[in-house]
């Protein structure tokens, strides 16, 4: 017999009760625990925000989306490669942070030593942390970073590696950030926006997208692509980039994703002074934003945006 397989009887494995856990989310129906999950969008669009806002929320449990996130906060042992960014712009973002980060090494390249970068030193390291440090989630800012000059077959092998390191350590759980190709914003997020070889989602078990939206500059949405834990999401989580007290990004409400791409700019509602008056009446009266955008026929994140402004 061959040694490089591994035969089971399937009850056998249907009446083992370590299979019968269901995996814990660590960023709702995107993310879950012994997972590969992949985070792709293109330059600017605040991939490395959002990375670092899911981060912080396994390690603290802070929950900007309203709801159950994640399922583990405070459990976690984080590594967060940051490969683009130096420590003065991580403090800077977030030195205004009101929470503690308890469980998060972030490691950088040593500049000094940047000729000596290789996909195999990168690998020996993450190897080596979960030998010595036993990290339960690593965050990968980014792909490109590391297959920028990679071939398919070199990427591929890159991938392979990581779910072998993920599939042989089930307490560890793999977020990568990735860029995508140039968009046009009139068509839908999808996997064949990815930079560089699409075969690497077959490695992942999820995968989801921050695009820019039409509505305004400050304005993202994040859409599930991919998911092998959950039912997909049918609609997108809008967001919005908050700059106070540190850079994040706050849920605005679930919409489709067309609301966001071209054909779909017209649904924005002009707030008049009329419009404004009755929002803020019912917002002393205590309505919430739902039940606004419902009373007067106005939008969800027309009325968000514009209580927001109020409280400036």
């Known amino acids: 017999m061959n040694d490089i397989f591994i035969a089971d009887q399937a009850e056998d494995i249907l009446a083992d009760p370590i299979y019968q856990i269901p995996p814990?989310?660590?960023?709702?129906n995107f993310f879950y625990e012994n997972e590969i999950a992949l985070l792709l969008g293109d330059t600017n669009v605040g991939k490395t925000a959002l990375a670092y806002d899911i981060t912080f929320a396994v390690d603290n449990g802070y929950n900007y989306w309203r709801e159950p996130m994640?399922?583990?906060p405070g459990e976690?042992?984080?590594?967060?490669?940051?490969?683009?960014?130096?420590?003065?712009?991580?403090?800077a973002r977030?030195?205004?942070?009101?929470?503690?980060?308890?469980?998060?090494t972030r490691v950088e390249f040593d500049q000094r030593n940047i000729n000596l970068l290789s996909r195999d030193c990168f690998l020996e390291d993450v190897e080596n942390r979960i030998n010595i440090q036993i990290p339960n989630l690593f965050v990968i800012d980014n792909l490109s970073y590391l297959l920028n000059s990679a071939s398919a077959k070199e990427s591929i092998e890159f991938m392979k590696r990581l779910k072998s390191l993920k599939e042989t350590?089930?307490?560890v759980s793999i977020l990568i950030i990735a860029h995508t190709k140039k968009r046009n914003m009139g068509r839908v997020l999808d996997q064949n926006d990815l930079y560089g070889s699409k075969f690497l989602m077959n490695f992942v078990d999820s995968a989801f997208g921050l695009g820019a939206s039409?509505?305004?500059?400050s304005t993202r949405y994040l859409k599930q692509i991919k998911t092998r834990s959950s039912e997909k999401y049918n609609l997108v989580a809008e967001l919005?980039?908050?700059?106070?007290p540190y850079l994040h990004f706050e849920l605005v409400e679930?919409?489709?994703?067309?609301?966001h791409m071209k054909q779909g700019h017209s649904r924005e509602t002009v707030i008049t002074d009329a419009i404004a008056e009755q929002i803020e009446e019912l917002v002393a009266d205590g309505y919430s934003v739902r039940e606004i955008a419902n009373a007067i026929g106005v939008s969800k994140s027309s009325v968000g945006r514009f209580t927001r402004e109020l409280k400036r």
């Open 169 to 171: 350590n089930p307490c």
């Open 214 to 217: 039409v509505i305004d500059s």
């Open 254 to 259: 679930w919409t489709p994703e067309c609301n």
């Open 76 to 91: 976690k042992n984080i590594v967060f490669y940051d490969l683009e960014n130096s420590k003065r712009q991580f403090a």
């Open 70 to 72: 994640c399922e583990v």
């Open 94 to 104: 977030y030195v205004h942070k009101n929470f503690t980060l308890k469980n998060i």
């Open 24 to 28: 814990r989310k660590l960023f709702g």
């Open 240 to 244: 919005e980039i908050e700059g106070d």
